[in-house]
């Protein structure tokens, strides 16, 4: 009886655990309790950045998901609001401008101090004065890095007052020490500042053991065109018991007033220095701003020296020069300089004065010249001169097999098929090479510059051909 009674029971038991019906399954989330400061979602984040590229997001998404933002802006963790900024930065987009200059005003994070402010820079938003201010006036107490300190400082130059940052500036020239002063001096320079042009040179003459503020402090006093100081930057730049960084300053300072001094003395310079590098590298400045023919012969001796770097600078001086008249010499040093930098500012140096057409065309066509440094100087001249550029490469194909191209001429197909631009005359020609490659490029450039001229000849290209990627690629055709 009793056994039986058991076997009751548990037929009892089994069929109402059968019987029950199931509860909907809820996940962990949901069981999990929601508090003010939610952590968001990245994907979340990002879909609230990018909103208007979903199609499928509804209003109620997008004022969600930039509540979102708003509240990770507000709330979260410096390295998500770090994250935000990057994407706002690519972006352009200014609309969380007002919450960051307030999380900026809060925050006691370096890097996410730095951030912002870069940011406010590059939208040109004035949120961030205060906050530059204060970083230059408890930069000691705080204890910032320079790089943070610079950045306060260019975004005042930039939307700041400048008669305020000026004085600022002064202040810490002449009450602090070390770094931050030479700091203060460049930007007091590049601010152009002759109305403190004592000060600066009392702090000159205080620091004796300080090459580096010294050397900004003259600098500056050149850029802020005190000519009162000429004759006092040439004593300095000749006196033979002074440093020769000192020395080259001075000879900075001095082209800002007088170039044509320094192009007179270059050899006396030379000679008293033992052909310092930084001597060398003021003279170069200096004859940069004398176009005198003594200066630009000064440059051709330049060309000439062991030190790449030198023959570099001396390259920039002569563009600044905009001296047509060593385009030949130019031409030489692209040809035969044994370093590739000094070949590749030559290059760059022809175009950007006007002659490029010409002397990237006898480099195109020199067989001495490898490919890999015609395709650096050719896509320069495409970025600077789009229709001389085109005009070199229609003269590589007249010159070319396009059934066996060359490395540097699909190098140039693979630009002309990602640039904007009409190219219709470089496509319909090698649209009709043997070489697949060749031919693939001509038709992605055609089909991204929406080539009127080839339309009909891409419909037959799709129509005929078996490539599953040239189907994709003319879906539209």
Do not use: W
């Amino acid at each position: 009886m009793i056994y039986l009674r058991f076997i009751l029971l548990f037929c009892i038991i089994i069929i109402n655990a059968f019987s029950v019906n199931k509860s909907p399954a809820l996940s962990n989330r949901s069981l999990l309790p929601l508090r003010p400061e939610t952590k968001i979602n990245e994907d979340k984040v990002k879909d609230a950045l990018e909103s208007d590229s979903s199609k499928k997001s509804t209003s109620r998404d997008i004022d969600l998901n930039i509540k979102q933002v708003n509240d990770v802006i507000s709330y979260g963790l410096d390295v998500q609001v770090i994250e935000i900024i990057d994407s706002l930065k690519k972006s352009g987009d200014g609309e969380y401008n007002a919450l960051l200059e307030k999380r900026l005003q809060k925050t006691f994070n370096i890097d996410l101090k730095r951030a912002i402010l870069d940011l406010f820079l590059s939208l040109q938003y004035e949120g961030g004065i205060d906050a530059s201010n204060d970083i230059l006036n408890n930069y000691e107490s705080n204890r910032y890095p320079n790089d943070l300190i610079n950045l306060a400082i260019l975004y005042l130059k930039k939307l700041g007052d400048k008669n305020d940052l000026k004085k600022t500036l002064i202040d810490i020239l002449e009450n602090k020490e070390g770094n931050i002063v030479a700091i203060a001096a460049y930007y007091l320079g590049e601010l152009s500042s002759p109305e403190y042009s004592r000060e600066m040179m009392n702090v000159y003459d205080k620091y004796s053991n300080n090459d580096g503020v010294k050397s900004a402090i003259l600098i500056a006093l050149g850029k802020s065109n005190v000519i009162d100081y000429a004759d006092r930057f040439y004593e300095i730049s000749i006196d033979s018991y002074e440093n020769p960084s000192i020395k080259a300053s001075a000879i900075k300072a001095l082209s800002y007033l007088a170039p044509e001094k320094i192009t007179e003395n270059a050899h006396l310079y030379l000679q008293n220095n033992n052909n310092n590098h930084n001597i060398k590298l003021a003279i170069i400045e200096a004859l940069s701003r004398d176009v005198s023919l003594k200066s630009k012969d000064i440059l051709h001796d330049f060309l000439r020296d062991s030190d790449a770097n030198i023959r570099i600078r001396a390259v920039e001086a002569i563009k600044e020069h905009n001296d047509i008249d060593s385009k030949e010499v130019l031409i030489y040093k692209i040809k035969s300089d044994p370093s590739s930098k000094v070949r590749e500012a030559s290059g760059k140096a022809l175009v950007d004065m006007g002659s490029g057409y010409e002397a990237i065309q006898k480099i195109v066509f020199d067989f001495s010249v490898e490919s890999n440094f015609k395709f650096i100087v050719f896509s320069y001249l495409l970025d600077k001169d789009i229709h001389s550029a085109r005009s070199i490469a229609l003269d590589l194909l007249n010159k070319e097999n396009i059934n066996k191209p060359s490395k540097f001429l699909v190098n140039i197909a693979m630009l002309f098929a990602s640039k904007k631009g009409n190219f219709d005359d470089f496509y319909s020609k090698i649209i009709e090479s043997q070489n697949m490659n060749l031919m693939n490029l001509a038709i992605k450039g055609a089909v991204y510059n929406k080539s009127a001229l080839l339309l009909d000849r891409l419909k037959e290209i799709k129509k005929t051909t078996n490539s599953e990627y040239l189907k994709k690629l003319l879906v539209n055709y």
